[in-house]
């Protein structure tokens, strides 16, 4: 069983930056799609960033595309966020989570089976 543990979150001004780090347990991670969501107060959880098994393919959501980028390094087990150009909407609690399903709608996060505890990311204005 994979366990998910995020790091990196904090207090930053907006146009700042901030690299989230996502460390998971066991073997098996390698062969899993890996995405991140957020969830600030009072909203829905939302799709921020997925990469496949391999980080061949990685997408974004549109409020976030061109400012952050996934990345994964599979001998480590980790799966990391950097973020750029940071802004107040950006704040939010971040969570990776591991995909199992071959459902391909990997913004949907009902299709993860595996989730972290979460890092708070907040932005001043």
């Known amino acids: 069983q994979v366990q998910l543990v995020e790091s990196g979150g904090g207090l930053v001004q907006a146009g700042g930056s901030l690299r989230l780090s996502c460390a998971a347990s066991g073997s098996s991670f390698r062969w899993f799609a890996m995405g991140w969501f957020r969830q600030a107060p009072g909203k829905d959880r939302e799709f921020v960033a997925y990469?496949?098994?391999?980080?061949?393919?990685?997408d974004y959501a549109d409020s976030v595309k061109g400012r952050f980028a996934i990345s994964r390094d599979n001998a480590k087990r980790t799966v990391s966020l950097q973020m750029n150009s940071l802004k107040p909407e950006d704040t939010a609690v971040y969570s990776c989570?591991?995909?199992?399903?071959?459902?391909?709608?990997?913004?949907?996060?009902?299709?993860?089976?595996?989730w972290g505890q979460g890092t708070q990311v907040t932005v001043s204005p």
């Open positions: 990469i496949d098994s391999r980080g061949d393919t990685t």
């Open positions: 989570a591991l995909k199992k399903t071959f459902n391909p709608d990997y913004r949907d996060p009902l299709q993860y089976a595996t």
